[in-house]
């Protein structure tokens, strides 16, 4: 698929993200000079195309009153970890859930999963009933709290104007 100078314009303003309005396609219409019905498609397009993989969505947790948060890491057995993982993932309390390689000697852990709470009392608590209720309480895992926040964006593809 070969992408328009507009394609570019609307991938660029996509990494902006929605408005929080009722129609956020028309908005971004409006911004790149597409109708709401042909931005809806160009995204359908480019996603065919494998242009646009997925959609992702940056919750900005400290300004919702979430002011914990932390990274359980476990040690799971390779035949065990695709399914635990899908079971901790389905969880509400879980934000956030990957799996990754070990790094031996130092780093056993192969399965992460974040989750945030109103406090560190809160986020504790979630990591030992879902210890409990999926029976991790014997695997290996240490509980990783964040002490800074970054600023979060999405990627960032397309062109942009020059005061940009």
């Not at 996509?14 to 219409?29: E, K, N, S």
């Not at 498609?41 to 969505?57: D, L, S």
């Not at 409990?132 to 990627?155: C, N």
Request: hydrophobic fraction near 45%.
């Amino acid at each position: 698929m070969e992408l328009s100078d507009r394609d570019l314009s609307l991938v660029a303003a996509l990494a902006d993200g929605l408005a929080l309005v009722d129609r956020p396609y028309r908005v971004i219409g409006d911004a790149v000079g597409l109708t709401e019905d042909e931005v809806i498609a160009r995204i359908a397009a480019m996603k065919e195309a494998g242009i646009i993989r997925r959609f992702g969505v940056i919750v900005r947790h400290h300004e919702l009153g979430f002011r914990a948060n932390a990274m359980a890491v476990w040690d799971i057995p390779d035949h065990q970890v695709s399914e635990l993982g899908r079971l901790l993932g389905d969880a509400p309390e879980v934000t956030l859930c990957y799996r990754r390689p070990r790094r031996l000697p130092d780093w056993p852990f192969n399965l992460f999963c974040m989750i945030h709470g109103r406090d560190r009392d809160a986020v504790e608590a979630a990591i030992k009933a879902l210890a409990e209720r999926h029976g991790l309480s014997h695997h290996r895992h240490a509980v990783l709290f964040s002490t800074r926040r970054f600023k979060q964006t999405g990627a960032r593809y397309g062109r942009r104007s020059a005061a940009e």
